[in-house]
Each structure stands twice: as structure tokens, then as C-alpha cells.
């Protein structure tokens, strides 16, 4: 087949390891070619180019506007403009290759037209990888009202784009369950599972004492790794409340990797009272952050409870990646928490009390370490058998 990809998921090979190029290698390990619009905001001052990898597979590096960590004006001009500035580039870019299918995820959800147009031009399949339910998601954090025009606009978005879609592959049970409940029109045959999967890496052993030393991490604690986005989603608020619960504890320690919109709240906090169990990394490089990863023993995961949309965050993999048991603290609405609990490599808490999910960490500190690497082979296992993009491929319907 003749694939193409469209995201606004910036990167120049599909070398690169993400739950997107990963799914991409698959299938051309299986003989497909991929072609891929990879949009380049304005602000890293990059022209529009197209890379190959000398396979026929190539990138289309897309200049756009500003749409991520800018202001509302301009992210919401660059959405609105998006498909028009991708539909001239298929034009322009991509007019020799007849596509058979469409990938295409959100965020954003503005690539109906998009989709519309190749359908239209190439008689193609269009395969809906639902990644984020907008504008849901926002009326859920109180970022705008269900009444207010710009839903509307949104919202009717939104349905376009479930409606030109030929299958939509959601992330778990529970988002398919959420969209045939809440969008009438789709029928059940069109809505399935299609989660987050990644190619799973070959872990050489590792000297974990070691690494601590590297990383100046306490050797007698239990270290937790948070690894991702600081904003709006992951109610930054509720995590400082959270670290600050903890503060005075000497058997468990903290270590928060990323960055977003709230990132500021936790440097803040952690310049203004200098916490002893607690380490802030705004980023690093991959190959750095994966090794950081190993010198840790539980991944951590934090929504803010106010979601009524189940989501699903993609750092889950990278925590099975490396066999390491999970701590979610999120809404009653997501299964993740179900997932990481009934499967056996996991611990879940609804994140609305610092002292509720603090007895968490209490018991987690209290497991014998044996104990805690039998649920890392685990949550391996598990990734392996549910998430790897080979297996997750298999069972697509494209």
C-alpha cells in the first residue's frame, strides 16, 4: 500500500522513536510505503523541505504558524489555517503518489478537509488514530463553556471529522466506549481499539547503583519517575500539593522530567522551598532520559480528576518499555488505572487527595524490592503482548 501520514508531530526520520514512527517502521517492514506531512512551526525558522530515506519514503517538512506553548490568538489562527496550508502541500509535494490509505491522528482536529481532499483525488481508506477527544477536553478543564460559539465551532469539527473517517482506532475500551456514547451517528463496526504501541528495545543489563551515582539519586529511596507534559491536563496544581505532602519523607524521592504551559508552578515551588526528595529536569536528550529511566523504580502518572473524556497518556510505554511498575493518579473515567492495577503491575488512586494517593507512595515504599521487580517483568510482558506496534499492526483494520 501507499500510505500517508499526517500529524502535527514534528520530527525529520522514522528513525526516531515515538508511538508514531514506530507504527510507521512496521508497516514498512511489511512492505508498505510512507509518505509523512511533518509540520515545522514558524518559530524554529525552518524553510519547508522534503527528506527521503532513500527507500521512497519520504518526510514532508511543512512550515506552518505557531500552534504549541503560544498564545491563544495565534494557536487558534494557525488550527483554523491548517487545512488549507496541508492541502497545498499534497498539491504541490505529493501529486505523484496514489495514496490507499490515510493515517492521520488527533490533536488537532482540523485535518477532515485534508482527509476529504486525498479520498476524493486517490479513492483512499482514511484510519482516525483519536489520540485527544476536543473540544471535550477543554469544557472538562473549564477552558471554554459548551455554550460558548467557539465550541460550536470546534464541536462541529469534531463531527466532520469522525464522519469522513473509515475506522477510528481509539486507545482503549473506554474511549470507544465514550464515542459511540456520545456521537449517535458512528456506527460500532467503525470504532475500535488501535492503543498507543511502541517497538519494544532490547535492555542490556545495567548496573542500577551505578547510574544513581551518575545522576546524584539517593540509593536507600524508592525513586519515582515522572516523565512528560506539565499543563493544563496534568493539573500541575494538584502534583505540588502532592510533592509537598511528601516532602519530609527520606524513603522516597522524586523525579520530575518535562515540560508545558504550568512547568513554571513546580521550578517556582521547588526555588521557593527547596525540597530535599525532589529533582526537576526541564529536558533531556532521549538517549539521557532513557537512561535516567533505568536508574528509577516506579513511572508515575497524573490526571487532573475533572476529566469526564478517558485519557490515555503514551509515558505509560516508556515506564514498560523498562520494566517498571506504574502509579496512576488520574479521573475515574480513564481505564489506564484499571489496566495497571487488574494487570498486575500497578497502583491507582484518584487524584483529588494528597492524603489518599500519599498512602499510595506509603505502600509502594513498603514493598520488598524482589517484589517490585517481579511487577516490572510484568508490565514488560504486558507491553510486549498489548503494545508493541508489531502485534498492534497485525489487528488493524486497514
Known amino acids: ?73 495565534e494557536k487558534g489562527i494557525t488550527t483554523i489555517s491548517l487545512e488549507h496550508q496541508l492541502i497545498r502541500g499534497v498539491k504541490k509535494y505529493f501529486y505523484d503518489v496514489k495514496y490507499d490509505l490515510v493515517l492521520y491522528t488527533t490533536p488537532p482536529i482540523t485535518f477532515g478537509k485534508v482527509v476529504e481532499y486525498i479520498k476524493k483525488r486517490d479513492g483512499a481508506r482514511s484510519y482516525l488514530l483519536l489520540k485527544d477527544i476536543f473540544p471535550q477536553n477543554a469544557v472538562d478543564l473549564n477552558m471554554m ?45 467503525k470504532v475500535c481499539v488501535c492503543p498507543n504501541a511502541i517497538e519494544p528495545q532490547d535492555i542490556e543489563l545495567y548496573d542500577k547503583a551505578n547510574l544513581r551515582k551518575k545522576y546524584n539519586l539517593p540509593e536507600n529511596a524508592r525513586v519515582f519517575m515522572y516523565g512528560g507534559n506539565l499543563g493544563k491536563p496534568q493539573d500541575v496544581d494538584f502534583i505540588i500539593r502532592l510533592l509537598k505532602y511528601n516532602s519530609d519523607k527520606t524513603d522516597r524521592f522524586f523525579l520530575i522530567c518535562g515540560g508545558g504551559t504550568d512547568a513554571w508552578k513546580l521550578e517556582e515551588y521547588i526555588t521557593k522551598e527547596q525540597p530535599q526528595n525532589i529533582r526537576y529536569v526541564p529536558y533531556l536528550p532521549k538517549a539521557e532520559y532513557d ?32 520494566a517498571m511498575p506504574v502509579v496512576a493518579f488520574t479521573d475515574v473515567n480513564t481505564d489506564i488505572g484499571n489496566i495497571v492495577v487488574e494487570n498486575g503491575f500497578g497502583w491507582w488512586a484518584e487524584s483529588n487527595s494528597e492524603e489518599i494517593c500519599s498512602s499510595v507512595f506509603d505502600k509502594i515504599c513498603a514493598i520488598p524490592e524482589p517484589e517490585l521487580l517481579t511487577m516490572g517483568s510484568i508490565a514488560r510482558k504486558y507491553l510486549e503482548e498489548k503494545y508493541s506496534v508489531k502485534n498492534v499492526m497485525k489487528d488493524m483494520k486497514v
Open 145 to 189: 463553556s459548551k455554550k460558548s460559539p467557539i465550541y460550536k465551532y470546534f464541536r462541529k469539527k469534531e463531527i466532520a471529522l469522525y464522519k469522513g473517517a473509515d475506522v477510528i482506532g481509539c486507545m482503549s475500551e473506554a474511549n470507544v466506549d465514550y464515542i459511540l456514547r456520545n456521537n449517535n451517528f458512528l456506527s460500532g463496526d
Open 291 to 322: 537512561e535516567m529511566l533505568k536508574a528509577c523504580d516506579v513511572g508515575m502518572i497524573v490526571l487532573d480528576h475533572r476529566f469526564t473524556i478517558p485519557n490515555f497518556p503514551s509515558r505509560l510505554l516508556s515506564y514498560l518499555d523498562y
Open 1 to 73: 500500500m501507499n500510505i500517508l501520514f499526517v500529524s502535527l508531530l514534528k520530527f525529520k526520520t522514522l528513525e526516531e522513536r515515538n508511538i508514531y514512527t514506530d507504527l510507521l517502521r512496521e508497516f514498512v517492514r511489511n512492505g508498505h510505503r510512507v509518505d509523512v506531512i511533518s509540520p515545522t512551526e514558524r518559530k524554529y525558522g525552518e524553510k519547508t523541505q522534503i527528506l527521503t530515506d532513500g527507500k521512497n519514503n519520504r518526510i514532508l517538512c511543512l512550515r506552518i504558524g505557531n500552534i504549541q506553548q503560544c498564545n491563544i490568538i
